[in-house]
């Protein structure tokens, strides 16, 4: 029995600027719903299970949850984990399905979970720069941008199906 790929072989063009940018708008929103869920749970679940509603309310109002540094962690694994997830199992976010690009190895494989941790820490920073790292793509002769160079990966459109 022959196992359908998942993914089309070939040599697949790099999207334009306009479909990265809406693609991480896509992917953005899906992380401020998973930071907002995350901090709910970490809140109401976690820290109401410890401190109790009365103790909870009182820390909250003396502003002592403004800068919780578990919560941070959490909140930056959870971003490491959402995209790594996506782009190690299938390449794909769900903003990038919805405007159908992969990332993957020039070899059209899916991307490593080292190379998933290059890559967000380089977009974050890249996009703290004003977009400077994804408006390099203008300028690169294969339309890379600083996450797809740093990273050893590329980032590709898919054909219609």
Same mark, same amino acid.
């Given at each position: 029995?022959?196992?359908?790929?998942?993914?089309?072989?070939?040599?697949?063009?790099?999207?334009? !600027?306009?479909?990265? +940018?809406?693609? *991480?708008? $896509?992917?953005?929103?899906?992380?401020?719903?998973?930071?907002?869920?995350? /901090? @709910?749970?970490?809140?109401?679940?976690?820290?109401?299970?410890?401190?109790?509603?009365?103790?909870?309310?009182?820390?909250?109002?003396?502003?002592?949850?403004?800068?919780?540094?578990? !919560?941070?962690?959490? +909140?930056?694994? *959870?971003? $490491?984990?959402?995209?790594?997830?996506?782009?190690?199992?299938?390449?794909? /976010? @769900?903003?990038?399905?919805?405007?159908?690009?992969?990332?993957?190895?020039?070899?059209?494989?899916?991307?490593?979970?080292?190379?998933?941790?290059?890559?967000?820490?380089?977009?974050?920073?890249?996009?703290?720069?004003?977009?400077?790292?994804?408006?390099?793509?203008?300028?690169?002769?294969?339309?890379?941008?600083?996450?797809?160079?740093?990273?050893?990966?590329?980032?590709?459109?898919?054909?219609?199906?």
């Amino acid at each position: 029995m022959a196992v359908k790929q998942l993914y089309p072989r070939g040599d697949f063009p790099a999207p334009g !600027l306009f479909r990265r +940018v809406a693609g *991480a708008f $896509y992917d953005l929103m899906l992380c401020v719903a998973l930071v907002m869920v995350l /901090t @709910l749970a970490y809140h109401q679940g976690v820290l109401r299970f410890i401190y109790g509603p009365e103790a909870l309310q009182a820390m909250a109002d003396a502003g002592q949850l403004d800068q919780d540094p578990l !919560l941070s962690v959490l +909140v930056i694994l *959870a971003i $490491y984990g959402f995209f790594g997830l996506f782009w190690t199992l299938r390449g794909q /976010t @769900l903003g990038m399905q919805a405007w159908r690009m992969r990332v993957q190895q020039p070899d059209g494989t899916s991307i490593t979970w080292r190379q998933s941790v290059i890559r967000v820490s380089i977009a974050l920073v890249s996009w703290l720069l004003g977009g400077l790292g994804i408006w390099w793509s203008l300028w690169d002769r294969q339309s890379r941008t600083w996450p797809d160079i740093v990273s050893g990966t590329r980032t590709v459109v898919l054909p219609k199906e």
